[in-house]
């Protein structure tokens, strides 16, 4: 009789060969990949990686034109080259604005806001120019490694004005951002390039800091406008003021160095792809603003420096070093953690911007769509800072080009 139970116990026994403790580990290992994967592989990071590295590739274009200008032709013109930049928005933009008979036309614009825009219009202006002219005092490793003190100042913007609220991942993913400038300034160090230096360094660096400020002001303002108002009534006021603007800084400052230039073609196709490279970076950073933020658009076109030196291999004889492919993908770990978890608005955001009588015609579909979807839309600061209205706002924006 103790035989059959004998046997009845055996296969008991072998339905547990492994040992107990081993499926919880292996459990909580898929789970925590899968928490990973999911917040990492979304389309939303996909489409943002995309948008900042479009950014950065028209931002490449920009220095590679600028770059064979100098050395080439020794044209260094900055203020002519923004100049026709703005009259391209003046061109485009502008008018459109000047078409509208209702709503957000020029004059109401004009008549309500004109110091608010002269004011940004200056600041861009300013931005761009004391960049540029920062190579002449100090060297490429300094503009590179200050350049991005705009980006903690952006952040600082972003929490007190966009009343965006941070976690502890997104100044991880800054840091490592950072860490990726570090290692592309390494790689330009054993290379060499960070020869050449200008005649004051300190000016050199003040005048990168300047920029670098500026162009955290002109971003936080770009980001409240887009999202708030209208991506044509910033793009057409910029390229108003921005035209008048450096128009008079371009005839103080540099009419003798235009007097100079020995005009032919090439040089005209060089100020020409400067131009549309310009003009689309312009036109097209409202739409990923838009879409994300200007903080995760700051971190992403950081890689713009890089693709400028892969040019540089074939154009200007540049020494390639491994630390250049180390830095872009340091750089882009930065930039998905970051976009990773959302940022979020603080509650008091509702009460302390100031409200706007109209959303501007090339944003009033979304704003549709986004309360026809969400019958919660309108709820105070519940909804995530960076990702509110991203699906099919890329569509609506690339429509009103």
Same mark, same amino acid.
């Given at each position: ?40 592989? /979304? ?95 100090? /060297? ?42 570090? /290692? ?149 770990? !930065? ?49 995530? !800072? ?16």
């Amino acid at each position: 009789m103790e035989r059959p139970a004998a046997a009845a116990a055996t296969p008991e026994q072998q339905q547990q060969p492994s040992p107990p403790a081993l499926a919880p580990r292996q459990t909580c290992l898929a789970s925590l990949l899968s928490r990973v994967r999911g917040k990492l592989c /979304t389309w939303h990071i996909v489409k943002t990686l995309a948008l900042g590295q479009m950014l950065s590739l028209f931002i490449c274009g920009t220095a590679v034109t600028s770059q064979y200008l100098a050395e080439r032709f020794q044209v260094n013109t900055p203020m002519l080259q923004s100049f026709i930049n703005y009259c391209l928005l003046l061109l485009a933009y502008t008018t459109t604005l000047a078409c509208r008979k209702d709503g957000d036309s020029l004059l109401k614009i004009l008549k309500e806001k004109w110091w608010k825009y002269i004011v940004l219009g200056l600041v861009d202006v300013e931005a761009n120019y004391a960049i540029v002219k920062a190579y002449q005092y100090t /060297t490429l490793t300094s503009v590179q490694l200050l350049d991005c003190f705009g980006i903690p100042v952006l952040m600082a913007l972003s929490w007190f004005f966009l009343r965006a609220r941070y976690k502890l991942i997104h100044f991880l993913a800054v840091a490592v951002c950072l860490l990726g400038v570090g /290692t592309m300034v390494g790689a330009d160090i054993l290379a060499g390039r960070q020869e050449g230096e200008g005649s004051n360094v300190v000016i050199g660096d003040i005048l990168v800091l300047l920029g670098a400020s500026l162009y955290a002001i002109s971003n936080v303002s770009e980001e409240y406008i887009v999202k708030n108002l209208s991506r044509v009534e910033f793009l057409g006021m910029v390229g108003l003021f921005g035209t008048v603007i450096s128009a008079l800084q371009l005839g103080i400052l540099e009419h003798k160095d235009i007097a100079n230039i020995q005009w032919n073609w090439k040089i005209v196709l060089l100020f020409l792809a400067f131009a549309l490279c310009m003009f689309g970076l312009y036109s097209f950073m409202p739409i990923v603003i838009r879409v994300t933020s200007a903080t995760s658009v700051n971190l992403g076109i950081l890689t713009a420096d890089l693709y400028s030196l892969f040019f540089g291999l074939f154009l200007f004889e540049y020494k390639f070093s491994v630390l250049y492919l180390l830095s872009f993908v340091v750089i882009m770990v !930065g930039f998905i953690l970051y976009c990773s978890t959302p940022t979020r608005t603080a509650e008091a955001a509702s009460s302390s911007l100031p409200l706007t009588a109209s959303i501007g015609f090339d944003n009033l579909a979304l704003k549709i769509e986004e309360n026809h979807l969400d019958p919660a839309a309108d709820s105070p600061a519940q909804h995530d !800072g960076e990702e509110s209205g991203a699906e099919g706002s890329l569509a609506t924006e690339l429509s009103a080009l």
